[in-house]
């Protein structure tokens, strides 16, 4: 395994870090959340007092992100929730892009961090095999408290590991399984075996959470290999695989028919009553909140306000679930551009960057893994509030990251 420079400070940090968000469960992240924060501020103040930081006209799409996030907390009824939101949301975020991002980033660190990253994915998706066994998780069983866990543990198993839910788990091992494909692709034997396993327990597990959101995340990073390979050939052979397993998973007892087309997209999935009346309600706050929003976590603060059926709906409900809708209603017009504005800023950057690494195919097959983990989050964010998930949340700014060290140096 590769010696890392005093210069590769900023890949240990990621490893640290990613270590963090794989291994601790989400009341873990909450506990420490202030203490989190603090250090990844200290850290940074002091790179800033050394001036090993440069900012560039090139980072205004996150500057104008943080300014277009703030506007919301004017129009939040509870000022204070919606300002502590948006410091949860824009410390990491900046933190980690100016703490890993940057020139000091070599093709062996990237090779550790790779390594790292499938080997902790490994574990985790290990967690989740033991789980579907066993039917038994000690995390939970005798430690840490879990809301969801009688409900998943209970008749047909579908695994949490670390990640508290299994939607969450299923979005972690959309962003993890590139780095896994990425060794696979690898010359060196032990790298490739480690590849292979974390690519066959990330699907395998990837599935028995029946996520729909990680499912489609799956689906959309492989067709869009097949894309960036010019392979449409093989794009199309799998595609229609796809089609045959929604057309062929429905009439499935559940959980296996949440791939199927009902569950999918039709009533019960994309196209259900629940899903629609969300969108009619961000509509109705947009009517009234155009600009700005109704401040961050307030959906669910004023849900009946916004809420025209007559049906008591659960806490846990009182949400858009999703969060392309969440960001709409919350941070309005201003913050929802401001973000899919900072997202094609960076994809657009990656892909005229793979244009350069072509005469390097190591690391052009690397940015090609951290853009097929970025979009899998992508269209996964349309399943939950993905950026309300600490550990998912940080695992998008370690992908952001990755792409400054890209675009920066390579």
């Not at 069983?141 to 809301?147: L, Q, S, T, V």
């Not at 050939?233 to 089609?243: A, E, G, N």
């Amino acid at each position: 395994m590769p010696v890392l420079k005093r210069d590769n400070y900023k890949i240990i940090f990621l490893i640290f870090l990613f270590i963090w968000i794989s291994l601790f469960p989400l009341p873990i992240h909450f506990k420490y959340n202030s203490i989190f924060k603090l250090i990844i501020l200290l850290f940074l103040f002091s790179l800033l007092f050394s001036k090993k930081i440069i900012f560039k006209i090139s980072d205004f799409p996150l500057w104008f992100l943080l300014l277009a996030w703030s506007i919301n907390i004017f129009s939040a009824s509870e000022k204070l929730l919606a300002f502590k939101t948006y410091l949860d949301l824009v410390i990491p975020l900046v933190c980690i892009y100016y703490l890993t991002g940057g020139n000091s980033s070599t093709e062996k660190s990237l090779y550790l961090l790779a390594k790292v990253i499938s080997v902790v994915s490994i574990i985790v998706a290990l967690g989740g095999i033991f789980e579907v066994l066993f039917a038994y998780n000690p995390l939970y069983e005798k430690w840490i408290d879990n809301y969801f866990y009688k409900r998943y543990i209970t008749g047909f198993v579908r695994p949490m590991s670390t990640q508290f839910n299994p939607a969450p788990l299923g979005t972690y091992l959309v962003g993890s399984l590139p780095f896994s494909f990425f060794l696979f692709k690898c010359q060196k034997r032990f790298s490739r075996f480690i590849g292979i396993i974390g690519i066959i327990l990330g699907t395998v597990v990837l599935i028995l959470t029946f996520s729909r959101g990680a499912f489609l995340g799956l689906v959309s990073m492989i067709t869009t290999y097949f894309l960036i390979r010019k392979r449409y050939k093989s794009m199309l052979i799998f595609l229609m695989i796809i089609v045959i397993i929604i057309l062929g998973t429905v009439n499935l007892p559940y959980p296996l028919n949440r791939f199927g087309m009902n569950l999918l997209i039709g009533q019960g999935g994309i196209a259900s009553s629940f899903r629609m009346e969300r969108i009619f309600m961000t509509i109705r706050i947009l009517t009234r909140y155009f600009l700005t929003g109704i401040g961050f976590q307030h959906f669910r603060i004023r849900f009946y306000e916004f809420y025209q059926l007559k049906y008591n709906v659960p806490y846990e409900y009182m949400i858009a679930d999703n969060m392309y809708l969440t960001l709409l209603a919350e941070t309005g017009i201003i913050g929802f551009l401001a973000f899919f504005i900072f997202i094609f800023s960076i994809l657009k950057r990656g892909i005229l960057k793979l244009a350069i690494l072509k005469d390097n195919p190591n690391m052009h097959f690397y940015l090609t893994m951290v853009i097929l983990s970025l979009i899998g989050f992508l269209v996964n964010m349309a399943g939950y509030e993905l950026f309300y998930w600490p550990n998912q949340y940080l695992h998008f700014c370690i992908l952001v990251s990755l792409y400054k060290n890209f675009c920066c140096f390579f």
